[in-house]
């Protein structure tokens, strides 16, 4: 108990922006986080269910312009923006066919959120102040029987959760509300390196209020690779 107070007294005296740039140090060095303009996230949703699915995404921060194929029993469906423009992409007809896809606009609040992802996908507090976002450092939690820095930031109508490990300065706990205060929470285990230099959460599980259901999640990501101009064509 002492241990945890002292541990609370000295959370104030710790500055967000340290607490971000000790997990930049942590993961490779905030250079190489800066020098990303592209990449590419591939994950697999596992919970044993028929509602497994995988996801790929794809992100360009100079177009403005993000891709997300979600393939559920063998069928793709695809979300994608780019600048303004917005769209999704439904398989129809029989599978045993060429697949063919009708296409119709996302919502202005779904390109919004597709927009806030672009950034955030890669880590949400990067550039947290030019997003719009505020963040506090509001105390401490025990995550996994371990002291981790409780950060909470909020802006464009979501409110992030973060927890940072007290001793690797990692990225252990993400609790994102929605404005539909549908709250997603992502337990990290696991962290690879990628070729870039940069490390990762390899391993996770993704547990959403709705359904409260422990989803486990692999991911695999890719920094800087080179991305057809044909991904982001609606």
Do not use: C
């Not at 063998?74 to 780019?82: A, L, N, Q, T």
């Not at 609790?175 to 709250?183: A, D, F, H, I, W």
């Not at 940069?198 to 989803?215: C, L």
Request: charged share 25%; aromatic share 10%.
């Amino acid at each position: 108990m002492l241990a945890q107070a002292g541990l609370n007294a000295q959370t104030g005296a710790v500055p967000v922006d340290t607490i971000f740039n000790n997990f930049y140090r942590a993961t490779g060095g905030k250079a190489l986080w800066d020098a990303v303009q592209t990449y590419t996230i591939k994950q697999a949703y596992r919970a044993g269910t028929a509602n497994d699915y995988d996801l790929v995404i794809q992100g360009a921060l100079p177009q403005q312009a993000l891709s997300k194929i979600r393939t559920i029993m063998k069928r793709d469906f695809i979300y994608g923006i780019k600048g303004a423009d917005g769209w999704v992409k439904i398989p129809i007809g029989s599978r045993d066919k060429v697949t063919q896809f009708q296409t119709s606009d996302l919502s202005e609040k779904e390109r919004e959120n597709m927009r806030r992802e672009l950034g955030d996908l890669l880590a949400p507090f990067s550039n947290y102040t030019q997003k719009g976002y505020i963040a506090t450092v509001v105390g401490t939690e025990q995550i996994n029987g371990k002291p981790a820095y409780q950060v909470e930031m909020e802006g464009k109508g979501v409110k992030y959760n973060l927890y940072f490990d007290v001793a690797t300065s990692l990225l252990v706990r993400e609790k994102l509300t929605l404005p539909t205060r549908e709250v997603q929470t992502r337990d990290h285990t696991q962290y690879a390196k990628s070729t870039y230099g940069i490390s990762y959460p390899s391993e996770s599980t993704y547990v959403s209020s709705i359904d409260k259901k422990p989803v486990k999640v692999t991911t695999i990501m890719e920094f800087n690779p080179t991305i057809s101009d044909n991904t982001f064509a609606r």
